[in-house]
């Protein structure tokens, strides 16, 4: 069958939903999209305005090669639509010059030639006086870096794909995904559709969707936490994005608006989210507290009283690398989970591997340290 005529479904169009479905639809595909809820909701894994885009990786350099093609597709959407997705503010990462993120940056730099600037202790109290480092810290500015803003591309996405004829199911949630004879049957509350390929992205929803799956993704509780600075140091010219690896991996981005930073945890600090339908979105007064501790110590001009608080959900692997392929048992359908943290960044490049799996049952990424053939630690 030509990929043309294939027709795919699309379970969950999140963030990688939203990706498969455009690329997907791009290349002639017949696309039916499923979800719970509708492209841009704020009740899973996306949301909050901003997700920083880097193209040094401080967890694997192996994910260089995809960072630079889910670049070029960033460049690709933006000029199809004429939607400002991402804003290239760069990505300043700090921490000891002995953790091994910091190597694994270097590396990654090292490896593939990428724009950046290290800048000692006093360069980066004079360029950006709103950050604390200690003895021993190292600072790596990540020039190919800055901002995307999350809800508006996963809308744009959508959108793209609806232009080019695919068909989204909003409100509508997939109870069953059946292999049948050369295809695979996808069941809701109002009936079933057979599709030759299904690619399944549910997010947090995983193991609710697929209670067999051979591997365990851990799905946790995310606080997004929004902080007003006290002083100009945070409006300079220059708002890039920040990383620190240690002693306790936080991160944080200057809203585009121009009047707060979101700060975020890493995910030994996550919580459990239990049931993802039953989401306690509620901050308590004690999960505070590590902000605080962060504030005085790294950001000294921020309020340490936070002026908004958001809780979303995601998916992590024992490895933290994501699970990208066929899934066992079920050769038609397509699966891309446990993003760890680290997806949003690399949506239209996994978006794009999921339509090159989908109709031609593989891709000329590089995707073996990610794929789940033959994978048996997730
Ligand atoms: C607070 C926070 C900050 C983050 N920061 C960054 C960052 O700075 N940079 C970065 O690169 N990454 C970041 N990430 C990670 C990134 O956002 C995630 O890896 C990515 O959004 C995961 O995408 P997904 O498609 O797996 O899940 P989602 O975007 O949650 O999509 C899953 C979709 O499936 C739908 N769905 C689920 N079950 C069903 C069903 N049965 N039927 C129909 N629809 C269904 C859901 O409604 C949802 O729309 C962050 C994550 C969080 C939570």
């Known amino acids: ?194 599709f030759d390929t299904a690619v399944v992205t549910p997010g947090p929803w995983v193991n609710d969707l697929l209670p067999d799956l051979p591997w365990e993704v851990d799905i946790r509780r995310l606080v997004s936490a929004w902080f007003v600075p006290t002083t100009n140091a945070w409006f300079g010219e220059e708002r890039p994005a920040f990383i620190r690896t240690a002693p306790t991996h936080c991160y944080g981005l200057p809203s585009p608006d121009g009047i707060s930073v979101k700060l975020g945890l890493s995910q030994a600090l996550h919580r459990p989210a239990g049931d993802p339908n039953e989401l306690d979105r509620t901050v308590q007064p004690e999960e505070l507290e590590i902000f605080s501790e962060l504030i005085g110590r790294y950001l000294p001009d921020l309020h340490p009283d936070p002026t908004r608080l958001s809780v979303y959900m995601e998916g992590y692997t024992g490895s933290s690398r994501p699970l990208v392929g066929p899934l066992p048992g079920a050769e038609n359908v397509v699966l891309l989970a446990g993003f760890s943290g680290h997806g949003f960044k690399l949506s239209p490049a996994f978006g794009d591997i999921a339509a090159d799996l989908a109709l031609d049952g593989t891709s000329s990424q590089p995707i073996d340290f990610i794929s789940t053939v033959g994978r048996t630690e997730a």
């Open 1 to 194: 069958m030509s990929a043309a005529r294939k027709r795919v479904a699309v379970v969950g169009v999140g963030t990688m939903g939203s990706q498969a479905a455009w690329r997907l639809a791009a290349r002639g595909a017949e696309v039916v999209g499923y979800d719970r809820f509708a492209p841009g909701h704020d009740r899973s894994a996306a949301g909050g305005e901003t997700r920083i885009f880097r193209s040094a990786h401080f967890e694997d350099s192996r994910y260089v090669p995809l960072l630079k093609h889910a670049d070029a597709l960033y460049e690709q959407l933006q000029q199809e639509t004429g939607r400002e997705l991402r804003r290239l503010t760069g990505c300043l990462l700090m921490g000891p010059t002995e953790h091994h993120q910091m190597a694994t940056v270097l590396q990654s730099i090292a490896e593939h030639g990428l724009d950046h600037e290290v800048l000692d202790a006093e360069a980066l109290a004079k360029r950006f006086p709103q950050y604390r480092i200690e003895d021993g810290d190292a600072a790596v500015l990540d020039r190919r870096a800055g901002f995307i803003r999350p809800e508006l591309t996963i809308q744009t996405a959508a959108r793209r794909a609806e232009q080019l004829g695919a068909v989204i199911h909003r409100y509508t949630t997939v109870r069953e995904i059946v292999p049948v004879a050369n295809g695979v049957e996808i069941r809701t509350d109002t009936g079933s559709e057979r």
